[in-house]
């Protein structure tokens, strides 16, 4: 197979051409913005799908199918005819040449840009602590969900088939690392799973005896809202009987279960086989190539310090926007990527009619609020200064969550899932396969004895895989 680099060729080749990173909130709005504009984008992204990863949760513990949250990005551009989408892995960008390199199984693809839009989102973060990756997964793909569909409903078929009384306690222990809204939110439903879709369906374990801890080192549950709605959180998680355990940092993490350090200094040791990560966020390694090829800083967390019209010092053509970016302490939410993707879109529109990047406004955020639901019929909502708790802010989670869901099928599938999680106990997706299960980390020793066998790195003694069934 040739590995020489096949050039992208453009749709009309005397149009100025936008190539977009990532199929995420930032990459799809950005590029429907410029549907009626006369250019060519070309949308870039390492999945064929827009992901709404607000509602990976729900795939992961059963209510919501992949494809519910997923839809494929070629179908819901396929009227777009200014855009073409490429599937390929960005490795490389280049400012100066401006183009854009991107491999598919190992076939490389070079894009040419005039204007570039990065929107490659971030990853989970371990602070440092990748090894723990192995045993506590984070929740940012699909993949990540169903392996942690896997995992969940592993453990409690792992729990009715064991003798061991302790074993058969840590399997039904579930952790989950981090209680910002993600990690709110997974807690419930472990809890909602266990408590009122599972009861009945095990003969030798009563999944209601499931324990499930809420783990954090800050002092609140979701601790970026702070005062009411932290109390209220707290309280409406501990009635559903989470363990909510703050003030608490995880210092280990292996197979059967984690090490935790108390404010006080004291160690403990939680027995758990499932566990999950929520805890932290490390933007796309993409800010890193292009920051230090325009002298531009990133922050801790891998974020570009962009100019205030969201591009890179001395690029006034390439814009990096959501997750990636930092500006004026915004947060890493869905607006802030969809509203960057449009303005960015609209400089890119003005710029072909003669508006010079010096007299861009600055980028302004409109804050539509946040939320985060506990169970179901219970959320926690903030727009502005007004909070609301309880059914109303439920009510106003589900409405805007389906306004942002792209396409009338997910839309439609979803309305059908909710009403048979939350009308009545079931879940229709509670299918998991041990390839779901075991493949990440079985990917991840053949690329470590990979490494190996070219001298690179890795080390099978140190990285003994999963056990069985729920790692
Ligand atoms: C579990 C979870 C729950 C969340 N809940 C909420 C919520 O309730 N409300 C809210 O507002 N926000 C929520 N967020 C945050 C929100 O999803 C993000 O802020 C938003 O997705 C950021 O958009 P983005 O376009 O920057 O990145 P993303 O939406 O993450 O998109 C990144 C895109 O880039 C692609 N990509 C990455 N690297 C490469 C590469 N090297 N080459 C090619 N393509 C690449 C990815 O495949 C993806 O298509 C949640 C996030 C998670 C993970």
Known sequence: MSTDPRQEEPLHPDRHQVVVVGSGFGGLFATRALDKTDLDVTMVARTTHHLFQPLLYQVATGILSVGDIAPATRLVLRKQKNAQVLLGDVEDIDLEKQTVTSTLLGRPTVTRYDSLILAAGAGQSYFGNDRFAE???????IDDALELRGRILGSFELAEVTTDPLERQ?????????????GVELAGQIAELARRTLPGA????????????LLDGADDVLPVYGGKISRVARNDLEELGIEVQLGALVTDVDSTGLVVKDKDGTQRRIESRCKVWSAGVQASPLGKIVADQAGAEVDRAGRVLVRPDLTLPGHPNVFVIGDMMSLDKLPGLAQVAMQGGRYAAKQIEEGLHGASPDARPPFKYFDKGSMATISRFNAVAKVGKLEITGFIGWVAWLVVHLMYLVGFRSRLSTIMS???TFLGKGRSQMASTEQQVFARVALERIQREDGKSTGTSGSEKENPGPDRATG
């Not at 045993?135 to 793909?141: D, E, H, L, S, Y």
């Not at 840590?170 to 993600?182: D, E, M, Q, W």
């Not at 003969?203 to 801890?213: E, G, K, L």
């Open 418 to 420: 909710w009403t048979v």
């Open 170 to 182: 840590r399997l039904l222990t579930f952790v989950v690392v981090g209680a910002g809204p993600t």
């Open 135 to 141: 045993f506590a997964p984070g929740m940012k793909t």
């Open 202 to 213: 095990f003969r030798h374990i009563d999944p209601t005896d499931a324990r499930v801890i």
